[in-house]
């Protein structure tokens, strides 16, 4: 990759790829960010404010993806690199906590927090690659774009409503999508993510952690209405439900993995080798169990009379955009399209119409059977119509 000797920060060739136990616990604070997004959904489930969760959960996501390659191409045993990665997560912390009210009084702290996190991340990566330009240039490509975006970011922070939303959205649209092209940076030119910049394994398995941590904040979300339910006989039904639902996203999430993780399956390094385009893909699995944990808790705290129209869209939404996300990850990997989950999507959508003659309780066991069936479908089909070779890195 180059000929510049490889500062001591760095991961070592050959160094092991699995993530350490400072990964996980990093990973933690995101149960505590998705519960605070989840929660804001509960709250309210219009339109606007699903726009405003949306620009919140990308920003959190996209500090989340960059620690993931910060410790992918660099020493994660090194204390230096230890110390940001908790670094950090406080600050993800503080974002977290601001996630209720960032679109109102606590804008200025969503905003400080987010942008301290990178500046203390890249103050530690571009003096710690200096004697190596070429790997120093990405982390000032990685700076240079958050200088562009820091503008939008704290003239929202002055402005309210419509006005802040927009500002937002652009900001956190130029951050993940600079990252797509590779940080084009005037004089540096921009990082080629087609090449081996990335561990496979290791980020493979982070991705898989992170499903797991937003699968724990929906039981998290379904233990807390069981214990306010006063074990009422209906919430309790609507509990189990939930639970179900949670059983069935592990299942089809990780059935599927294993299919393409098959010693009969292309490497994983060659398959997981484009770092954005899985972390994106991820990004819209959790979306939807987010959604799923707000619509969860909706239906627990009332499973039974008319559905809200927005009930309606949350309940059957949530599982549609899981199966999106997983179809999505499964053409990035394997170059085809997962016809299972397209045909779950279109069930999902082609019920809703009849959804509100039925009660929240029994729109979710609906949404249920289409995960169930899609399940079935996929446990059933051969492997040899599931798998296929990579298509080139994204």
Do not use: K
Request: proline share 6%; aromatic share 10%.
């Amino acid at each position: 990759m180059t000929s510049s000797p490889l500062p001591r920060i760095l991961r070592r060739p050959g160094a092991p790829e699995f993530p350490t136990f400072l990964e996980l616990f990093f990973d933690l604070v995101f149960i505590f960010m998705f519960s605070r997004l989840s929660a804001g959904l509960v709250h309210d489930l219009s339109a606007r404010n699903a726009a405003q969760t949306a620009v919140l959960l990308l920003a959190a996501w996209w500090v989340w993806v960059l620690t993931a390659w910060l410790t992918d191409l660099f020493n994660p045993r090194l204390p230096l690199i230890q110390a940001t990665v908790l670094v950090v997560m406080f600050g993800t912390l503080l974002m977290a906590v601001a996630v209720p009210r960032a679109f109102g009084t606590h804008a200025w702290l969503f905003v400080a927090a987010y942008f301290a996190i990178h500046l203390a991340r890249d103050s530690v990566l571009i003096p710690g690659t200096r004697v190596n330009r070429p790997i120093q240039a990405r982390s000032i490509r990685v700076f240079f774009w958050f200088g562009v975006t820091v503008g939008p970011w704290v003239a929202g922070v002055f402005v309210d409503g419509t006005a802040r939303l927009v500002l937002w959205s652009i900001a956190v649209a130029v951050d993940l999508g600079s990252a797509r092209i590779g940080w084009p940076t005037p004089g540096l030119g921009r990082t080629e993510l087609a090449s081996q910049i990335f561990t496979g394994a290791h980020l493979s398995e982070r991705h898989r952690q992170i499903f797991i941590i937003s699968l724990g904040e929906l039981i998290l979300a379904i233990g807390m209405g069981l214990a306010a339910s006063g074990f009422e006989a209906g919430r309790v039904v609507a509990c189990t439900i939930a639970f179900a639902n949670a059983l069935l996203l592990f299942h089809i999430y990780f059935h599927r993995i294993r299919q393409l993780l098959a010693p009969t399956a292309v490497s994983t390094v060659e398959r997981f080798r484009s770092g954005t385009a899985t972390s994106y893909t991820h990004l819209v699995m959790v979306a939807g169990v987010v959604v799923i944990s707000a619509s969860d808790s909706l239906v627990i705290d009332r499973p039974f009379g008319e559905a809200p129209s927005g009930w309606i869209v949350a309940i059957l939404g949530g599982p549609a955009l899981f199966l999106f996300g997983g179809c999505l990850f499964d053409f990035v990997v394997t170059g085809r399209i997962l016809w299972s989950r397209v045909v779950g999507m279109v069930v999902l959508g082609a019920v809703g119409p009849a959804m509100p003659l039925l009660p929240p309780l029994a729109i979710m066991i609906v949404a249920n059977l289409v995960l169930l069936l899609t399940l079935i479908v996929e446990t059933a089909a051969p492997r040899s119509r599931l798998t296929s070779a990579p298509m080139p890195a994204r």
